[in-house]
T-cell receptor
């Protein structure tokens, strides 16, 4: 399989649940990103990893916890979310930070 | 804070019409990219422009980077239903920050 994959594609969770989003890239890239996409708002960059080290964390609440165990995998651990966290969460990768980004299809998250 | 403002935010046109989408900022960008996102998918790169005044063509799509590298436009000639989607511009600042516009939703009706 090629490109950037994300699982699950859809997730419904309660405010007290713990869940994780997974992203995998098969492109040999060194940078990976988490974005939040809400209606009528710009893509919000949440986290950036370069060579498995977190290089950017844009004031994201602690209920979102990223993990990058290797350059091909990126996780977003979710805990005690709020209804306003409902959105499309997109993962992307690039050869190096700042280069052309390749996006996964996203996980549509609904928090009840 | 650097911002990229896209206009219009929503556009609904008939097949065969022409349209232009704008991406504007008060800041200079070292490069600018346009992406298209279709429902249920992530954004896909259309083009990268890096030189002020640069014009690139991709079939019926024409992209222009402003002379001062603060703005860009995307012009579509004879739009088709397959052009429907969300168009996003992404700027790379001189400090390396990546910034997306809020997007333009295009609907092309047959």
């Amino acid at each position: 399989e090629t490109g950037v994959t994300q699982t699950p594609r859809h997730l419904v969770m309660g405010m007290t649940n713990k869940k994780s989003l997974k992203c995998e890239q098969h492109l040999g890239h060194n940078a990976m990103y988490w974005y939040k996409q809400s209606a009528k708002k710009p893509l919000e960059l949440m986290f950036v990893y370069s060579l498995e080290e977190r290089v950017e964390n844009n004031s994201v609440p602690s209920r979102f916890s990223p993990e990058c165990p290797n350059s091909s995998h990126l996780f977003l651990h979710l805990h005690t979310l709020q209804p306003e966290d409902s959105a499309l969460y997109l993962c992307a990768s690039s050869q190096v930070y700042g280069n052309t980004q390749y996006f996964g299809p996203g996980t549509r998250l609904t928090v009840l | 804070t650097q911002l990229l403002e896209q206009s219009p935010q929503f556009l609904s046109i008939q097949e065969g019409e022409n349209l232009t989408v704008y991406c504007n900022s008060s800041s200079v960008f070292s490069s600018l990219q346009w992406y298209r996102q279709e429902p249920g998918e992530g954004p896909v790169l259309l083009v990268t422009v890096v030189t002020g005044g640069e014009v690139k063509k991709l079939k019926r799509l024409t992209f222009q980077f402003g002379d001062a590298r603060k703005d860009s436009s995307l012009h579509i000639t004879a739009a088709q239903p397959g052009d429907t989607g969300l168009y996003l511009c992404r700027g790379s600042s001189n400090t390396g920050k990546l910034i997306f516009g809020q997007g333009t939703t295009l609907q092309v009706k047959p």
